[in-house]
């Protein structure tokens, strides 16, 4: 079986960045009350994984920092969608249904863009977890 290239420094760089200005951005509004330990060092893994390209470990290990964070409910109706979107995609590559799976081998070539998406609005989701501050009352107001 063919593996996976690690991506060039470039693309690492890119991601990193990335990574890093939503951390900083969503940040600024302030971190939950009381911050998971647990949760605060699955981010380290999940940066690395999603600068990796490791689309579906982003989507796995972001449902487990929200869920170390105790954050898998939210009275923003907008975070509980995307909130339960993680906790679906999660399972669902967690418990396979091996008629119809949510991932194949196939997938790692052909679909890598589509998971692509996922593991960014995962990562998205998880920031939303351990920042609900300032960035969720902006998120309302454009809204508005």
């Known amino acids: 079986m063919e593996h996976i290239e690690y991506p060039d420094l470039d693309t690492w760089e890119e991601r990193r960045h990335w990574f890093e200005s939503l951390e900083d951005e969503r940040g600024r509004g302030g971190a939950a009350p009381a911050l998971s330990e647990q949760a605060c060092a699955l981010m380290l893994d999940l940066q690395a994984v999603y600068c990796a390209g490791a689309w579906a470990a982003a989507v796995i290990l972001a449902a487990t920092i929200v869920d170390s964070q105790g954050r898998f409910t939210s009275t923003d109706p907008a975070l509980a969608e995307e909130l339960a ?41 998880a920031m939303a977890a351990l920042y609900p501050g300032e960035a969720d009352k902006d998120r309302r107001a454009k809204r508005a």
């Open 85 to 125: 979107w993680l906790r679906r995609t999660r399972n669902a590559l967690m418990h396979e249904n091996p008629k119809l799976p949510v991932i194949t081998v196939e997938d790692q070539w052909q679909n890598r863009r589509e998971w692509a998406r996922c593991a960014k609005r995962a990562v998205a989701v």
